[in-house]
């Protein structure tokens, strides 16, 4: 006999990408992040059933291959991705979001008119931290089972999980995925709501594998 997919039906939203925020007219700030582990969570949930809203970034690697079952919404900026996910928490009830986006977490604090001249003999930008989007989720959708990302370079593993309990105070997430590249291996653990340690996984398949399944399983319990 076949075992239940609690997953079937459900609605997932993930967020993934960087996110841009304004220098000037044409030139921008961002990171490193590809949108490739939010692209790959998004096959996967669709392969098992979820009605799958991809709010995705402009990363390195197109949304080839992502297969049916996913709707993508495009954004470049941090506004963008903003007023995207306060629109989808507004309109839809989501049974489980996953905020893996990389957002910025600092903008300037004047957007130059125009293009600034490559002339210029030094330009001085001051910054200021943008709000944290992943804390307006539970407020706007406060059933929605919410699985946070934290990434930090190069940490270990101690550093990794004070992380995610900070990440944890501030959003009141479920779930926090927090992971590294370190000396050139990946790392994640999972992080409860009350700061326990789940699972460890040494690669972005197996712990894409191992989030759906454990969402899948909480589905089942609600």
């Known amino acids: 006999m076949p075992l239940k997919n609690n997953l079937c039906g459900k609605k997932i939203l993930i967020s993934a990408g960087p996110t841009w925020v ?11 992040a590809s949108g490739e582990t939010g692209m790959r969570l998004a096959r996967s949930f669709a392969r098992v059933g979820a009605q799958v809203t991809l709010l995705l970034g402009p990363g390195r690697v197109a949304p080839i291959g992502v297969g049916r079952g996913v709707r993508i919404l495009r954004f470049s900026f941090f506004e963008e991705l903003a ?13 489980c979001v996953v905020h893996a986006a990389a957002v910025s977490d600092f903008t300037p604090l004047r957007v130059r008119a125009g293009k600034v001249s490559s002339q210029c003999a030094e330009l001085v930008v001051r910054l200021v931290p943008t709000p944290k989007l992943i804390d307006r989720i539970k407020r706007s959708n406060p059933l929605a089972f919410l699985v946070g990302f934290k990434y930090v370079p190069e940490a270990a593993d101690p550093v990794l999980r004070r992380e995610a309990k900070r990440l944890l105070r501030g959003s009141c997430a479920d779930l926090v995925v927090a992971n590294t590249m370190r000396r050139k291996v990946y790392r994640a653990h999972f992080i409860d709501a009350q700061g326990q340690l789940l699972a460890t996984f040494g690669n972005k398949q197996t712990m894409v594998a191992g989030l759906v399944a454990y969402v899948g399983k909480c589905m089942g319990s609600v």
């Open 22 to 32: 304004a220098l000037d007219a044409v030139r921008v700030i961002s990171n490193t």
């Open 83 to 95: 007023v995207l996910l306060d629109r989808q928490l507004q309109t839809s009830r989501y049974d």
